[in-house]
């Protein structure tokens, strides 16, 4: 009756039940943090200067520590284990033992920050695998790396004052955020190009909004945004994002994209100065949202990323024949079909204050001399011979279509823009005088000498195909 | 048929009648070999007035589609210029058109040193070269596109002085593209220091990258492997002939004389790898067909 197999069966499962049940217990009354504080305590009676401090020590109740911060309704239970968080005396000690570094602690009091206003993380966790959170929890906000952590600053600063205190890095991201022309493709609070998504908020967005597949290393939000921006297409490969960074630029401005949050600090809490930002001058500005694609505008460069040619908007030859006004026609409208989307206020958020600088500084460069005129208005255009002209020479640049476009070195004509809203003359002395730094020859010279009227035709066969096909 | 073969086994046999009829041969021979020499230079003539003919018409297609790049002179200095390309990589290339005028071509099936066939030429006026600004004149009938061909020759005295060569023999051995080809292919690469130029991943970004310059003296960059389609088209076949025949003019030799035809076979395999064409379905072959 009494099997020999089904007895121990039972014998070595209570066991492992009492075990496991033993473990559990054991783990109640000797959690983690206890291991850390004791150990700490050691350490505070071992290096003792005179009794009374090692008294002091032995004195150390062993207890879980809590911060309750009542403006976010939160605690921080870090310092159960980050014990020695405010004591000089443990200043050169390991982690977790160690005193906070720098002087930020008696700027900014534990009991009144606690830890994860800065460090993120999850601050009611008891254990370090949950606190910290990396990879491998649900936790969306695992702590930050110790580089990118001046991201935190800019909740409560501004970069004027942390350029010069403290958080020269999130700074120079700010500049370089700038700088490097994000917001030609970004828009953040409603300014900014239309290409790429905007970027408000991205800084505390949970980690489901990031695709994690390709991303090396920890899965968290930093490292997606510090590998995008090494290389934006090994993370989302049909990403058309232009970067060009060098050394630690992209690490600058992962702290900087990490400020783009959408919340808020309690007011109490932020030390911002809510000056009127400065007026930007028309250098920045172009910077700001011309340069990612244009960038000094000299000369022009077919782009196997955008898959068409950039114009060059900067060089002597375009500026004599685009006056103000061509200018703000372009920019505002843009040119439909192209990456170059439309820039006046309602597309893009920039105010006709920030159009007329940017056109004012593109303007800065443009030569004393006038083009040689063309007499545009005594000639009229037939649209058939143009037709042929089109398909002899400018079809092999611009394409059968006019459209421009992959693998083709000729910009797209066939967009409103130049159809219908510029100067047929504009068109006509490109045709004419070519352009200087640009692939675009002079058609009136050379070997093609084509006469006025030719170029008269061809104009009016660009301008009638778009209108023919609309 | 019958007869003359028996006359000549009976005749053969005596010694009298044999003479005259190796004077008969003689004459028969001397006949056909002038025939054939008239023949030929008849023909050669034929053919060159043919192709001057061509020339004419080609000048005049050439005029329209190809001067605004390669120049009136077929110099490459065109009323366009220099065309300028930012890679996806961000690295700017300066692309220039062809200088005709040396008779110097990368994209040939002959060997290094020799004038591209005909075929060739027709190749790369009919398909365009990927990833410059290069456009394919499929568009045209065969007969112009011969003419531009014709026409193009006409730029360098190289066409008329030497004779081109005979075209490589490809023959693609089964095993290319095979993990076991791959990895001899990558000792190959190591060994040969392709790496130099082209980079340990082939992004053509190796130490001596920045340092290539080509016949002409201006500065150029070596593929980028990552990027796309070969110039000279990305099939086993095609990057085997660039091993073999090198890139004239470029900075990239062939290995004809010193690689053995298996090892530029696995230096094949191991060159599609890196482009990441062996990575897409499960036929190898198939895939570096495409």
Same mark, same amino acid.
């Given at each position: ?22 473990? =559990? ?50 605690? !921080? ?14 200043? +050169? ?91 030609? $493709? ?17 800084? +505390? ?9 390709? =991303? ?6 930093? #490292? ?13 490969? #049909? ?44 250098? #920045?500005?172009?910077?700001?949202? $011309? ?16 898959? @068409? ?7 002597? &030859? ?17 040119? +439909? %079909? ?12 920039? &105010? ?76 006509? =002395?490109?045709? /004419? ?38 | 048929?019958? /007869? ?14 044999? /003479? ?48 605004? $790049? ?7 200095? %065109? ?26 071509? @990368?994209?040939? &099936?002959?060997?290094? %040193? $020799? ?42 005295? /190289? ?45 053509? !970004? ?20 990552? *990027? ?9 076949? +095609?990057?085997?002939? #660039?091993? *073999?025949?090198?890139?004239?003019? *470029? %900075? ?39």
């Amino acid at each position: 009756m009494y099997s020999r197999f089904y007895l121990s069966v039972l014998l070595i499962s209570s066991l492992l039940f009492l075990t496991y049940m033993a473990l =559990v217990a054991f783990n109640g009354v000797m959690p983690e943090w206890k291991y850390y504080q004791l150990e700490y305590k050691d350490l505070l009676i071992k290096n003792a200067k005179d009794d009374a401090a090692r008294k002091r020590a032995e004195a150390i109740p062993v207890k879980l520590q809590q911060i309750y911060l009542s403006a976010f309704n939160k605690e !921080d239970r870090c310092t159960s284990c980050h014990i020695g968080i405010d004591n000089p005396l443990v200043a +050169n000690a390991k982690l977790p033992f160690k005193k906070h570094s720098g002087d930020y602690i008696a700027n900014h009091p534990v009991d009144k920050f606690g830890c994860t206003v800065c460090h993120e993380g999850q601050g009611s966790a008891t254990n370090k695998r949950e606190a910290h959170a990396k990879g491998h929890t649900y936790w969306d906000y695992p702590t930050l790396p110790l580089s990118y952590i001046q991201s935190s600053c800019a909740k409560c600063h501004d970069f004027d004052m942390l350029s010069k205190k403290g958080g020269d890095k999130v700074a120079e991201g700010d500049r370089l955020f700038r700088e490097k022309g994000c917001q030609g $493709c970004h828009k953040i609070n409603k300014v900014g190009g239309d290409l790429g998504k905007p970027l408000d908020g991205v800084g +505390n967005q949970p980690i489901a909004y990031f695709s994690m597949k390709h =991303v090396i290393g920890d899965h968290t939000v930093p #490292t997606w945004l510090k590998q995008h921006f090494d290389d934006p297409r090994a993370i989302v490969p #049909t990403s058309e994002m232009k970067v060009k960074l060098k050394g630690p630029e992209s690490d600058l401005l992962t702290i900087f994209a990490l400020t783009l949050r959408s919340d808020e600090l309690p007011k109490a809490y932020r030390y911002k100065t809510y000056a009127q930002p400065p007026k930007q001058e028309g250098e #920045t500005l172009y910077k700001t949202f $011309c340069s990612a694609c244009h960038g000094e505008g000299t000369q022009s460069l077919y782009d196997e990323v955008l898959k @068409r040619t950039i114009p060059a908007i900067m060089n002597p &030859s375009f500026l004599k024949i685009a006056d103000d006004k061509n200018l703000e026609t372009i920019i505002k409208e843009g040119r +439909n %079909g192209t990456q170059m989307t439309a820039w006046k206020t309602v597309a893009s958020g920039l &105010s006709e204050d920030d159009v007329k600088s940017i056109i004012g500084y593109i303007a800065s460069k443009r030569p004393a001399e006038a083009h040689e005129p063309f007499p545009i208005k005594d000639l009229t255009g037939d649209v058939n011979h143009g037709k042929e002209l089109y398909a002899a020479h400018c079809a092999v640049c611009h394409g059968q279509d006019a459209k421009g476009g992959e693998n083709l070195i000729g910009i797209n004509l066939k967009n409103p823009t130049v159809t219908k809203m510029v100067d047929p003359e504009f068109l006509a =002395v490109t045709i /004419r005088d070519g352009r200087e730094g640009t692939s675009m020859p002079p058609f009136g010279k050379e070997d093609f000498a084509l006469n006025n009227q030719d170029i008269v035709d061809v104009v009016a066969y660009i301008r009638d195909s778009s209108k023919g096909s609309k | 048929m019958d /007869r003359p073969a028996k006359g000549v086994s009976h005749m053969s046999h005596t010694y009298g009648v044999s /003479r005259p009829l190796h004077e008969i041969r003689f004459k028969y021979v001397l006949t056909v070999l002038l025939c054939i020499m008239f023949l030929s230079v008849g023909l050669r003539a034929v053919v060159e007035a043919d192709e001057a003919a061509e020339a004419k018409i080609g000048e005049k297609i050439y005029k329209v589609r190809c001067m605004v $790049c390669h120049g009136k002179e077929g110099n490459g200095k %065109g009323p366009s210029g220099i065309l300028r390309k930012e890679e996806s990589t961000g690295r700017i290339i300066e692309i220039r058109p062809r200088d005709f005028t040396l008779g110097l071509y @990368r994209f040939r &099936s002959t060997a290094t %040193g $020799c004038l591209p066939s005909d075929e060739d030429l027709l190749l790369t006026i009919t398909n365009g070269i990927p990833r410059s600004f290069m456009p394919d004149l499929k568009s045209i009938p065969f007969d112009e596109r011969k003419a531009v061909k014709s026409y193009i020759k006409t730029f360098s005295s /190289r066409f008329t002085e030497e004779q081109a060569c005979k075209p490589i023999d490809v023959k693609k051995p089964k095993w290319v593209g095979s993990e076991e080809s791959v990895n001899k292919g990558k000792v190959i690469y190591k060994n040969m220091k392709c790496w130099e130029c082209h980079g340990e991943t082939g992004k053509g !970004d190796g130490s001596k990258s920045e340092e290539i310059k080509d016949d002409w003296g201006e500065k150029i960059v070596p593929f980028n492997f990552q *990027t796309g389609e070969l110039k000279k088209g990305s099939s086993a076949e +095609n990057i085997y002939m #660039t091993f *073999t025949s090198g890139l004239d003019g *470029t %900075g990239m030799p062939s290995y004809e004389d010193t690689l053995k035809e298996d090892d530029r076979w696995h230096l094949v395999s191991y060159t599609l790898k890196l482009m990441g064409k062996l990575d897409k379905g499960k036929s190898h072959t198939q895939s570096a067909h495409k």
